[in-house]
């Protein structure tokens, strides 16, 4: 056992903030927000650096394609670093181009980044389907949060059937994705409220000093690292059933509970689209969803310790 | 990173696991039914542990030097969590090789390593922790118990409470004031006190998570050398930090709690609930908290091991192994229903046990603090 991230692993972070400082950040994620587009530019930039294939290239794996996706999610950046960077490249052996959607395979469902996305992997239950998305066949649809949402239409060209048992692949990585993406959002949101409670008086002090606040501070932080661990350690164990069923169980759990605090503590002001706070707790509640959530994901966790099952996700083929 | 346990450690885990089924009696679930404390279970430790110092394992994580085998803190932990998934056969002794050992090591001088550290590796001594008092729990530094200097002893007036094990302990580590003028931090000093001085008496308190008692121990002009005082005299909360460090998170809890929800889940599927996905449901979030406890804790075992001082990082694992003990304990009661009043089922016996961990060696919220200040570093009033 060694917890600590060794001299590739720190590297590869280093260079990904260092990209994404440049790139992300909260600001570009409120540019984009005001007509739902997608950072084209930012993801080209990972591709180019080859960050997106991170879990593919000799010496490298799971693990540090989950920090990638740490770190993006920390930054805000507005790409589909999850479906791009941990579950394509673990269904398809490589990183297809552009953005990909993940699509539970439920009629009528909202999709992330079904407009933008150029495929889309679909659960088929025992097989799950590489689909095209020529011509962007998808509808946009509104939300209050800022991540572009779509749908796909009813009827959607044949697809490439990836083979018996990619439907349980999709669904381990998707759910090693939703963590990972969880644990960046929630660090962001939670370090920018502490800052904000830090620096916020009334009564004549900090409203951080307050221990009301920051027992649930604390709390927050507890099941932030609680999270990551999991998650970093379901990607040491290239998502194995239970080990990524077990870090989405945790973190979906948790993402609400993070956007409830979060929210509460910094007042009016985090109500707001000047502050920054939205861009990340909004997403929290979109990932909180995926792959039906974590109710779905706690029974998949409990199926694979005690009924040696494969999960199961949300959609008809299941 | 590295999430696996080196092979070594895995082999030795086997072994252990082994020994462990080889040695432990039948009637086991019954004699540690009342927790380490319980009467049975300590009287069933000594030849335990006598059996496992036999091995070399008892305290294979102290220095060569002091008869152990320098063996890792990995190595530590996988001890622990083999007795604690065990319901501790070592009962009250798991403590005093843990921590009382390693802080004579620290602090002691020759004469307190000679005397105590042979006695504690062959698993003879029993050692009980007086911190707590009536007026200082959480608020550990207000302790009011006085030991006057007298020449070459010092005189112990006051009480301690709460003290598990005292009852059957031959030594207690005691923290008192030894400057009768201080307060707060300053002033205190910690002692190896033995047990069979005069003045030592016990009040039993009838206790409500099982059929034992909690114990006030009064000390009333208890003479003891000066010699058995650990430390310097006077700066004692040295050694108060040390060892609520190594308490911590000595006892692997995420370990029972892991192994009372896989008894669970195979009671579920007994009755034919397993498939119900509500069932499923609450499994699978209880098994998360307790994973989650688990990782924390190993990154503090990691820390250890690469020799950093303690960080917050103890008290976040405890938070979390505090919630998982929790979880699996409301657990207990949801799936087993009614039935897990019944005293002596083994049901009854883990959610007795897991009531008090947000309590006993420092609460949650004081643990909370220590986050918000030291992790988070929000401002203070
Ligand atoms: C099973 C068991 C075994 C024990 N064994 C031992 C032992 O062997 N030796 C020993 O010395 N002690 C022992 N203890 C005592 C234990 O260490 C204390 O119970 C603990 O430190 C809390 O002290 P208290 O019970 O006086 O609670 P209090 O300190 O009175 O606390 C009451 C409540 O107030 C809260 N509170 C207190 N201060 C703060 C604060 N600053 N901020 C927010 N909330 C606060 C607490 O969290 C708690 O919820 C044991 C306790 C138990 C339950």
Redesign the interface.
């Given at each position: 056992?060694?917890?600590?991230?060794?001299q590739d692993?720190q590297a590869i972070q280093d260079a990904v903030e260092a990209l994404l400082a440049k790139h992300a950040g909260p600001e570009r994620a409120v540019e984009l927000q005001v007509d739902d587009a997608y950072d084209h530019a930012l993801h080209q930039a990972l591709e180019e650096a080859g960050f997106l294939e991170i879990g593919l290239v000799d010496g490298a794996g799971w693990?540090e394609a989950v920090l990638v996706v740490e770190a993006v999610a920390r930054a805000a950046g507005t790409v589909s670093i999850g479906a791009s960077a941990v579950v394509a490249p673990a269904l398809l052996a490589r990183v297809p181009r552009g953005a990909v959607a993940l699509a539970g395979g439920e009629e009528g469902e909202l999709i992330r980044h079904a407009v933008q996305a150029s495929c889309a992997l679909l659960d088929g239950g025992e097989e799950a389907i590489l689909v095209p998305l020529e011509g962007s066949p998808a509808t946009p649809v509104a939300t209050n949060y800022v991540v572009p949402m779509g749908r796909l239409p009813g009827s959607l060209p044949e697809g490439e059937r990836l083979g018996p048992g990619s439907g349980e692949l999709l669904r381990r990585f998707w759910r090693l994705a939703i963590a990972a993406e969880c644990v960046g959002a929630m660090r962001a949101a939670l370090d920018l409220t502490?800052e904000y409670?830090?620096n916020r008086r009334q009564f004549g002090?900090?409203v951080?000093?307050f221990?009301a606040?920051?027992?649930r501070?604390?709390?927050c932080?507890?099941?932030v690292?609680?999270?990551r661990?999991?998650t970093?350690?379901a990607a040491?164990?290239a998502a194995s059933a239970e080990a990524a069923?077990?870090a989405a169980?945790?973190t979906a759990?948790t993402a609400l509970r993070v956007f409830n605090e979060m929210h509460q503590m910094t007042g009016a002001m985090g109500f707001t689209r000047e502050h920054p706070l939205h861009i990340w707790t909004t997403r929290l509640h979109v990932l909180r969803h995926e792959l039906g959530g974590?109710?779905l994901?706690?029974?998949?966790?409990?199926?694979a310790?005690?009924?040696h099952h494969t999960t199961q996700g949300v959609g008809r083929g299941n | 990173m590295e999430f696996d346990w080196s092979p070594e450690d895995q082999a030795y885990r086997a072994e252990l696991r082994a020994f462990i089924a080889a040695t432990l009696p039948q009637s086991w679930a019954e004699i540690s039914q009342e927790g380490p404390g319980g009467a049975a279970q300590v009287a069933y430790s000594e030849e335990f542990c006598a059996e496992l110092a036999r091995q070399g394992w008892l305290t294979q994580h102290w220095p060569e030097a002091y008869g152990g085998k320098d063996a890792s803190s990995w190595r530590h932990a996988v001890v622990s969590e083999e007795m604690w998934g065990n319901a501790e056969p070592r009962g009250p002794r798991y403590m005093t090789v843990n921590w009382v050992g390693p802080s004579i090591m620290h602090f002691g001088t020759e004469e307190q390593k000679a005397l105590h550290l042979p006695r504690i590796a062959r698993g003879e001594e029993v050692w009980c922790q007086g911190f707590s008092e009536p007026e200082a729990g959480s608020d550990l530094a207000a302790l009011r118990t006085l030991a006057i200097r007298d020449g070459d002893e010092y005189v112990i007036n006051g009480s301690k409470i709460w003290t598990s094990y005292v009852n059957h302990a031959h030594y207690c580590f005691l923290i008192v004031r030894t400057d009768p003028e201080s307060k707060g931090r300053r002033g205190i000093s910690a002692l190896l006190l033995p047990m069979d001085l005069p003045g030592i008496e016990l009040r039993e308190i009838p206790g409500l998570l099982g059929k034992k008692y909690f114990h006030e121990v009064f000390f009333r002009d208890v003479r003891a050398p000066v010699s058995c005082r650990l430390g310097p005299e006077h700066e004692g909360w040295e050694v108060v930090t040390y060892t609520l460090a190594y308490e911590r998170v000595g006892a692997a809890h995420y370990e029972r709690a892991e192994r009372v929800l896989d008894t669970l889940a195979e009671a579920a599927r007994k009755r034919g609930l397993l498939e119900d996905p509500s069932i499923l449901e609450r499994l699978g979030q209880a098994r998360a908290a307790v994973e989650a406890s688990r990782l924390l804790t190993h990154r503090v075992i990691d820390l250890r091991e690469k020799g950093s001082r303690p960080t917050p990082d103890t008290n976040i694992a405890r938070v979390a192994g505090t919630w998982a003990v929790r979880a699996v304990g409301d657990l207990v009661h949801e799936l087993h229903g009614a039935a897990a009043l019944a005293y002596d089922t083994e049901a009854d016996g883990y959610y007795r046990l897991s009531q008090w961990a947000g309590v006993a060696s420092g609460t949650t919220e004081v643990q909370l603090n220590l986050i918000a200040s030291h992790q988070l570093r929000l401002p203070r009033e």
């Open positions: 056992m060694d917890l600590d991230l060794n692993q693990l502490v409670v830090t002090r900090p951080g000093s221990q606040l920051q027992h501070l604390a709390e932080e507890v099941l690292q609680g999270g661990w999991l970093l350690r040491h164990r069923a077990l169980a945790h759990g974590a109710r994901h706690r029974q998949a966790a409990a199926r310790r005690w009924l | -």
